[in-house]
T-cell receptor, first 111, second 113 residues
Framework: DAGVIQSPRHEVTEMGQEVTLRCKPISGHDYLFWYRQTMMRGLELLIYFNNNVPIDDSGMPEDRFSAKMPNASFSTLKIQPSEPRDSAVYFC?????????FGQGTRLTVV | AQSVSQHNHHVILSEAASLELGCNYSYGGTVNLFWYVQYPGQHLQLLLKYFSGDPLVKGIKGFEAEFIKSKFSFNLRKPSVQWSDTAEYFCAVNARNNNDMRFGAGTRLTVKP
């Protein structure tokens, strides 16, 4: 298996623009997590899904953030409109049982 | 929800020194515990995990961790660090009655050659 695949690896966008981050979990994994990593706040859990259903989105910072999982092999995290303080590395992870496996992350820079 | 505390923000050691990184969690129920490592510019990778059984867990690259239930702790240890261990280390907790995974703030380890 190729592991968790995220795209793009890097994204630079202007403030106010919409940003969509994508994730393909490992086949057979029924849990998918979105995390945000910054120097100030470390690794924060934003939202997680079980069998494509959002279970806990209490970590989503505000209404500008939304996440979907239309099927078992694809999830998106959307920020609309983006702001400079959204600049961070966004990780997607998936698991079935046991540990979570992480993607390479998307480094988002909002200027 | 459970939470995780890592007490050391940045640790600097010389090669061959011994390492211990602290991790405490707050949750009254049964938990699974993990240590992940993030090398510069890379994603998080699993070092070791504890689900049940022997509370002393051995992982990759000579790392080990001990689960002390009475102290809600899962400290990471290595007897002799190498320059290549320079990375950020994250402790994580998964409560058995839910399925999210919460991470500590991370500890940056710098090993001087």
């Amino acid at each position: 298996d190729a592991g968790v695949i995220q795209s793009p690896r890097h994204e630079v966008t202007e403030m106010g623009q919409e940003v969509t981050l994508r994730c393909k979990p490992i086949s057979g994994h029924d849990y998918l997590f979105w995390y945000r990593q910054t120097m100030m706040r470390g690794l924060e859990l934003l939202i997680y899904f079980n069998n494509n259903v959002p279970i806990d989105d209490s970590g989503m910072p505000e209404d500008r953030f939304s996440a979907k999982m239309p099927n078992a092999s694809f999830s998106t995290l959307k920020i609309q409109p983006s702001e400079p303080r959204d600049s961070a590395v966004y990780f997607c992870a998936s698991r079935r049982q046991g540990e979570a496996f992480f993607g390479q992350g998307t480094r988002l820079t909002v200027v | 929800a459970q939470s995780v505390s890592q007490h050391n923000h940045h640790v600097i050691l010389s090669e061959a020194a011994s390492l211990e990184l602290g991790c405490n969690y707050s949750y009254g129920g049964t938990v699974n515990l993990f240590w992940y490592v993030q090398y510069p510019g890379q994603h998080l990778q699993l070092l070791l995990k504890y689900f049940s059984g022997d509370p002393l867990v051995k992982g990759i690259k000579g790392f080990e961790a001990e689960f002390i239930k009475s102290k809600f702790s899962f400290n990471l240890r290595k007897p002799s660090v190498q320059w290549s261990d320079t990375a950020e280390y994250f402790c994580a907790v998964n409560a058995r009655n839910n399925n999210d995974m919460r991470f500590g703030a991370g500890t940056r380890l710098t090993v001087k050659p």
